[in-house]
């Protein structure tokens, strides 16, 4: 992955899912706090660039919130879900 370097567009969502999941995995065997910051740095990535897309530039924010709150984390989820739509309805 670090040899192709960051795809563009869509796809670049995709990869850092794909990111965070590994370093999730990681987080479970060789290095539990390397995976944990890198699986949160990931998340966090991936929100930034849903609020440049359309989030409305709350979801770090909600995140944040919602880790003591279950009612943010609902609005967090509805508002993830709006700004991935937004991106889908603008196309590739």
Request: glycine share 10%.
């Amino acid at each position: 992955m670090r040899s192709e370097g960051e795809p563009a567009g869509l796809a670049w969502f995709a990869y850092r899912a794909t990111c965070a999941w590994i370093y999730a995995a990681d987080s479970k065997s060789t290095s539990p706090g390397d995976g944990l910051v890198n699986t949160f740095r990931c998340t966090l990535d991936l929100l930034d660039a849903l609020d440049d897309a359309g989030g409305g530039g709350t979801l770090v924010t909600l995140l944040m919130t919602a880790l003591d709150d279950d009612a943010s984390l609902a609005e967090l989820r509805a508002q993830v879900r709006d700004a991935v739509a937004e991106i889908a309805s603008n196309g590739p």
